[in-house]
């Protein structure tokens, strides 16, 4: 199926690692181009690795996603790589590291790195990005938010909350934009292997005593038998190939959508 994405432009924040490096390496196998941002000082290697593996354009781009101004100069360097953008995926975005069941065992502190990147660093991605796509009058902008956003996760309530600000800007800037051909998508992954899941299942370990505490595998191994109706770990992979097809020619009249990848997961809610 050709997607018609052939030599497109795609920036992806939080491109050096988990389900944003997947997404950028789809989006070249492709056809695309890419751009990674990521505060990781790896990610220019990461995107040179790419660009050897696939045959593709790739550049990395060191970004903070909670700083405005690195935002703004993220995107105009962007631009002047390749001349163009055309779809842009935000994946950046972490937890508390905290456990928050019940939401007493955290702080009003333990919040705000939550909300500054997850949120507003959502923000400071729109801003910069939507009015170079508004120019063109075309383009996608997909962002990545999570199950836990729609069924108030317990687990951590900051990531939750955060997720579920993520649905909604997304939805406000589909109506705004859908007037300049741009269209904005949501994609709420599940259970999937990364860092971030991991810190959960530590967070979680931390609070119990001795005898109740499990490893990694087992506790997430229940956690997916339990509750993924599929009965197994959705993939970054996954994520990606919803990602780049919302991106894709064959989505052109998908817009202010959230879809989930998650094996059943909010169904099973």
């Known amino acids: 199926m050709d997607l018609g994405l052939k030599d497109t432009v795609a920036v992806i924040t939080g491109g050096a690692s988990g389900i944003g490096l997947a997404t950028a390496r789809l989006f070249l196998q492709e056809g695309a181009r890419a751009i990674l941002l990521d505060r990781s000082e790896q990610v220019s290697a990461v995107a040179a690795g790419l660009q050897e593996e696939t045959g593709r354009a790739a550049a990395g781009v060191a970004c903070d996603v909670a700083d405005e101004e690195s935002v703004l100069h993220a995107a105009e360097r962007a631009q002047d790589r390749f001349g163009q953008l055309d779809h ?40 910069a990005f939507a ?10 902008m997909t962002f990545l ?17 955060s997720k579920a600000a993520n649905i909604n800007f997304a939805q406000c800037l589909a109506k705004d934009l859908a ?27 931390d609070q119990q005593p001795p005898e109740g505490r499990k490893s990694y595998e087992e506790w997430a191994g229940a956690k997916v038998r339990s509750v993924v109706p599929l009965g197994r770990w959705q ?35």
């Open 88 to 127: 842009v995926v935000h994946c950046a975005a972490v937890g508390s590291g905290k456990f928050g069941f019940p939401f007493t065992n955290l702080k009003p502190r333990d919040w705000r790195s939550s909300l500054e990147i997850n949120i507003l660093g959502m923000v400071h991605v729109a801003h």
């Open 131 to 140: 009015p170079r796509l508004t120019e063109r009058k075309e383009g996608t």
């Open 145 to 161: 938010a999570s199950v836990a956003g729609q069924i108030g996760s317990q687990t951590d309530p900051p990531y939750s909350a």
């Open 179 to 205: 007037p300049h051909g741009i269209r904005i998508n949501t994609v709420c992954p599940g259970m999937v292997r990364t860092p971030l899941n991991e810190s959960v299942w530590r967070a979680w370990n």
């Open 235 to 269: 993939t970054p992979e996954d994520i990606a190939a919803m990602i780049v097809f919302l991106a894709s020619r064959r989505a052109d009249n998908v817009t202010g959508q959230t879809i989930n990848v998650d094996g059943g997961f909010v169904m099973h809610w």
